[in-house]
């Protein structure tokens, strides 16, 4: 029960990240250290204003929300 | 593949035959209680019951059959969250999590305003099609476009269009895509001029939204970078600082002129922000006020819920009301067609295909989370419209009618509209219209149609009951409108730029200069097309005899179902490529279904000899009179009168345009079929199969 809530509690911050659409700093860190150790990693304030840009330029016709 | 040959009942779990028996039972008996109980009031929660028991057993039976034998999902497949992973756009996340993120994308105005117009026919048609809606249409659709999308790379709906269904399809498709953005822009901007006339403290609050989001910006861009929760934090503090003091504005004699508009100015004044908005960067207002809107509005209809069930209100409004025949004030026509397009979203919204086909395909772990990220994501949508059918419902009909008629129907003074309604056979008094004005801190609650202030009354009884009481009843009633308002303008502000860059890219069809999407003059003009044509259409609406909801309403709802009947006729394209003749009638059904009421409400409104209805009708009817200089309707001269006549001809025009792309899309896809059927060639365009490793074999096990 108690590791039951601890699993979610681990997903919160991602959780409330993706309610509002910006993709997870934590996520994207791991995955480029594990699959591209030997790149640059952007900072929390790139990755965020990049994410920002592409949720809504609307490029490709990407819709974020609805009526 | 042991998943896709099992049997699609109960796997001789006995527990489990009792439990689902059980739930089916109970559902049953919920809406026989719903339906059939006569001569006395049925409490709100015997329809929560029934409808969760209803999403219940379609979620456990025909979206696993959907998901089994139609679909036959796979998940031994990678998803393109694991083949793109790039940590960011493709990134394989937990089904909780996606499905947090999928439902607050799909979850919009529209679910909260439909129920809300259509409860002038009684709650249970409204009920009833919510509930076999989402079951049979929109739950399919938004299922079936998310596993094309997520078979596809994460393409967009018209892409995929394209793609299976031939370019020229494509491009009529986002003609008609572009087209429904527009209404839809025009109509939830009319909602929020219907909510705010006249109303210095709503009007107050909302402006004070424009500072506090420009704060929250300003925070996490600058002062503590993508921290989102906590500038949301901050901006909820404020934003409830600001309802708070809204009162004292509203209550003050210098303060309160300068936040107390006429319709047509706040018309004015949100074209031009929707302007400065949709060109302004995106971190610096639209986001941050989009994070606030986001929050506020899972947060408003999670206390809803509860408060629905806390409080155990009666519906008032009867089971049917006398309007089912088609004269109500609050839109105009039949049950059929008109009741399944005033609910769009919250029984099937065609809305939701583009969402299906934006960020959450690249999201998707396995391909067995999609049951529940495409479909029960939907029957969520739908369980927040059956709330709003029911926060309109627990009102007492006479005052849930002065709020939604039209002026020109009840009349602007509170003795003659509360006779009026009582002569339709829905006692009110001109008493009991101004104390619930004086309790909610409005000045009157006569003609607030658009459904926003319908629904804040409804919860704001709901809330107050939980929470504070009468005192605190003009509290709830604004902070329903600001959610409302909130997240309309978001709403506003977002889909402009996307109707933006279609203009670009159809422009880009024609000249590939006019679709560069990098030249900021460009933009603006642009920008400036899209604005213009929303703007246009809210200002009429504005000023429409009938109080615009009425034709723009229906033109949306049209448009909607529309986008619906093409996404679901792609989507039987794909069966049929897939091979999945047998099971057609899956998505074949939903089709029909929809095309039957679309083209019928199409056809009525522009041909319907009831002006209120055709819109031929109204502009013949005007014209008439303006041929021999009389004054009719809530015209104020004769200028309007042509205005007027002018509106309802281009209503034609684009219900017209909206017909024939469905037309054009539904004889291309039957000669696609027709073809299929008959042995020629052809290709699904599906990403290449690639397998999981055998380590993550566990994938394997996972139950749909």
Redesign the interface.
Known sequence: MFKQIAGLLKYRRQFLDLLVGVPHYETYVQHRRTHHPDEPILTRKQFFSEAQEARYSAKGGKISRCC | MSIHNEVCGLRGNWKSIVLWCCVSLLGAVSLAIVALRRGETVNAVWLVVAAVCFYAVAYRFYARFMARRVLEIDDTRMTPAELH?????F?P??K???F??HF???????PLVGPVLAAQMGYLPGALWIIVGVILAGAVQDFIVLFASTRRDGK?L?DMIKDEMGRVTGLIAMIGILGIMII?LAV?ALIVVKALVGSPWGMFTIACTIPIALLMGAY??YIR??R??EA?VVGFILLIAALIYGQSVAESTTLAPLFTFQGETIAYLLIGYGFVASVMP??LL??PR??LS??LK?GTITALAIGIVVVMPDLLMPYASKFVNGTGPVFSGNVFPFLFITIA?GSV?G??A??AS??TPK?IERESHMTMIGYGAMLTESFVAIMALIAACIITPGIYFAINSPAAIIGADAMQAASTISSWGYSVTAEQLTTLAHDIGESTVLSRTGGAPTLAVGMANILSNVAGGKALMSFWYHFAILFEALFIL??VD??T??G???VQ?LMGTVNKRLGN?ESFAGNLVATGICVFAWGYFLVQGVIDPLGGINSLWAL?GIA?QMLAGIALLFGTTILFKMGKKAYVWVTLLPTSWLLVVTMTAGYQKLFHAEPSIGFLAQARQYQTALDDGRIIGTAKNLGQMGQIVRNNYLNAVICGIFMLVVVTVFIAAVRMWYGIASGRPYTLHEAAYAARDSKSKEGVKSRV
């Not at chain 2, 992973?85 to 756009?89: F, H």
């Open positions: 992973n790039d940590g960011k756009d990134v996340t937990h909780g999590v996606l947090g993120h607050a994308a799909i979850a919009g105005a529209g967009s018209g839809l939830l996490m861009r970078p993508g989102v929760t949301s995106v971190w639209l986001a989009d994070y986001t929050f899972i979203c919204s809305f939701h583009l969402i934006g960020t999201m978001t709403t977002a889909g730029r996307v933006r860059f279609m890219e999407t949306f909607n």
